[in-house]
C-alpha cells in the first residue's frame, strides 16, 4: 500500500489492483493527471487504507482479484465506512458476471478492459466534478 500526493488537484483515489504492471502504470496515469493516489493490491489492504486515509473522494476496482476478494467486496467494505453513496468505478474484462451485479448502482461506473487512458480520466473528471 503506498499513499502518493500532488499539488495539482484535492481529489484522493484509491486504486485497488493486483497485477503490479497494470496498477503502477494507472498510477502514474492518475498521478499525472494531477490526481493524489493511494495504492492497495487486495481487499484487505483496500480496506486498512480507507481505515487510514479520510479524505478519499473515490475508489477505482479491478473485479478479480486473485482470490483475495472482488471489486464488489472492495467497494462494499469501502462504503460500510464511508456511506452507501461513496463514488467508485469497477475496471473489468469480465462482463458476463460483474456488470450485472453492479446494474442497479448509481453510484458506480464500470470500464472495460483493456482500459482507455483517456476515457478512465474523462469518467473521472464527471464523477469528481
Not at 29 to 56: N, Q
Not at 65 to 80: A, D, P, Y
Not at 105 to 124: E, F, S, Y
Request: aromatic residues 4%; negative net charge; glycine residues 6%.
Amino acid at each position: 500500500m503506498r499513499a502518493e500526493s500532488s499539488n495539482l488537484s484535492s481529489h484522493h483515489i484509491l486504486l485497488v489492483e493486483d497485477h503490479p504492471s497494470v496498477l503502477n502504470a494507472t498510477r502514474m496515469l492518475l498521478k499525472s493527471a494531477g490526481y493524489r493516489v493511494t495504492t492497495a493490491t487486495s481487499l484487505a489492504e483496500a480496506i486498512e487504507c480507507t481505515r487510514d486515509s479520510p479524505d478519499l473522494d473515490l475508489v477505482i476496482t479491478d473485479y478479480h482479484l486473485n482470490g483475495r476478494g472482488t471489486g464488489k467486496q472492495v467497494i462494499s467494505s469501502v462504503r460500510e465506512m464511508r456511506g452507501l453513496d461513496f463514488k467508485a468505478i469497477v475496471i473489468t474484462g469480465d462482463t458476463a458476471s460483474a456488470v450485472h451485479q453492479f446494474d442497479s448502482d448509481r453510484g458506480l461506473c464500470w470500464i472495460r478492459k483493456p482500459v482507455d487512458p483517456a476515457q478512465l480520466l474523462t469518467l473521472l473528471e464527471t464523477i469528481l466534478a
